[in-house]
């Protein structure tokens, strides 16, 4: 006696490539990897909100430590450094006593500004009353 739960019940059968309802809705792999790609590069817990501070122009150290609520020192530097890898940010360091670093935004970076506007609207729109 072969017996079937409710969910295998329910379940549809596996569909094939050719039968998508929708054949451009595959992504194409490569494009797919490039989308991973900025995701793991914009991916942290407070890299857009550091990306978000440094919109306004050249921040120090300690200033944008205070912008950010919450973000310790440890996790703001380890940040930073991602970001600076990354291409996304420049570090500047002036040789002064006491040492004066500044980061700013790449070219790279200011391409995300667009994104950034619309992220912001989105959000503006769609945001519960707290």
């Not at 550091?50 to 919450?70: H, Q, Y």
């Not at 380890?78 to 600076?84: C, D, F, I, P, T």
């Not at 040492?99 to 970076?109: K, Q």
Request: glycine share 6%.
């Amino acid at each position: 006696m072969d017996f079937m739960t409710s969910t295998e019940n329910q379940t549809a059968p596996a569909r094939s490539a050719s039968d998508v309802e929708c054949p451009g809705c595959t992504p194409d792999p490569a494009k797919l990897v490039t989308f991973q790609h900025a995701i793991r590069t914009l991916s942290g817990k407070w890299k857009l909100e550091i990306l978000f501070c440094l919109m306004e122009g050249p921040v120090r150290f300690g200033r944008l430590r205070r912008a950010i609520g919450g973000i310790t020192q440890h996790m703001l530097t380890a940040q930073l450094r991602e970001l600076v890898q990354d291409g996304l940010v420049l570090r500047t360091a002036f040789p002064e006593v006491p040492l004066r670093v500044e980061y700013e935004l790449t070219d790279a970076a200011y391409g995300l500004l667009p994104m950034f506007r619309a992220l912001l609207a989105w959000s503006e729109q769609y945001q519960r009353p707290v």
